[in-house]
Every structure is written in structure tokens, then in C-alpha cells.
């Protein structure tokens, strides 16, 4: 589904719609160039879900988590990394078992190793700085699941 963000507050505006039907347990894969909106995209899910501090990219320190009720949002950029193995030993998997939804900045690198996940691809459009086209892809049951409230909770952005 190819969507199109003209601003910063509706890359947000995606984002919150995409948090709202987020769940425990899901895994979200962020791609795009440096520059694409991959941490702003976080931002907007992150308050979204009622995360109240700052969101930060997680460039140095590999994952961020932050508090958002019940849940907690493990916001993760594998961008440093070099091997399947440097990915594995962040235990991924084991941070969605405990009331988790976890973000992965440059996770398409690792995207077939993971699992069920949606893909969301930011891309900037060459002649508007601010615009954005914003592709979603569910991968496996989870989202498939959910794929036509995404449709509708997203509709105000196709392109």
C-alpha cells in the first residue's frame, strides 16, 4: 500500500494510525535512505501510544525503550551492525515477549530473518522536501490479519 505523506505531521499522522492498531508482540521494520523519516515515523507512534519523553534515534546505543502504559515501545537502529549475529544478540524476540512492540530502524537489511513484521518504506520525493511516500507491506498472519483496518485507518493518505 503506497501512501503520501506531505509534512511532518502526517508522516505522524501515518504513524499514530499505524500505532493504533498496534499490539504486544509486534514487530515493526522502519526503511528508508538517511534522511526518510524513520525516527520521525517513531516519534509519531511513539506519542501515539502515550510515550511521553523524547524519542530519540537509537543510532549509539542500539535500542531505546520507553514506557507507553501498559506496553512498552523498544525502539531499535540495527544501522551499526554488520552481521546477522550482531542482530541476534540484541534478543529482539525476547523484548516483544514482555508487553513489547518493537521499532527497527534499517531493519529491511534483516527483514527476511525476522518473522511476521509490518515493513514500513519512507522515501523522500524528489521534488518536495517535505513530502514523503510511505510504503507498508505486512509480512506474515499478524498483519494480514489487520490488513483492511489498516487500509481504512490509513485511506486519507493514498496515493
Not at 89 to 99: M, Q, R
Request: glycine fraction near 10%.
Amino acid at each position: 500500500m503506497h501512501l503520501r505523506a506531505s509534512s511532518l505531521a502526517d508522516t505522524h499522522a501515518i504513524a499514530a494510525a499505524i500505532a493504533g492498531l498496534s499490539r504486544s508482540g509486534d514487530l515493526i521494520v522502519l526503511a528508508g535512505e538517511m534522511g526518510a523519516g524513520k525516527t520521525a515515523f517513531a516519534k509519531g507512534f511513539g506519542a501515539a501510544l502515550g510515550v511521553t519523553e523524547p524519542i530519540t534515534s537509537p543510532t549509539f546505543t542500539l535500542v531505546h525503550s520507553y514506557q507507553a502504559g501498559k506496553l512498552t515501545l523498544h525502539h531499535a537502529d540495527i544501522y551499526r551492525l554488520s552481521t546477522h549475529n550482531e542482530v541476534a544478540d540484541l534478543a529482539l524476540a525476547e523484548l516483544l515477549e514482555y508487553d513489547g512492540i518493537v521499532l527497527i530502524e534499517w531493519g529491511d537489511v534483516v527483514a527476511g530473518s525476522l518473522g511476521d513484521h509490518l515493513l514500513v518504506q519512507l522515501d523522500a520525493v524528489d521534488d518536495d522536501e517535505e513530502a514523503r511516500v510511505v510504503t507498508l507491506s505486512g509480512v506474515g498472519p499478524g498483519w494480514a490479519a489487520r490488513w483492511q483496518r489498516v487500509e481504512v485507518a490509513t485511506g486519507s493518505f493514498a496515493c
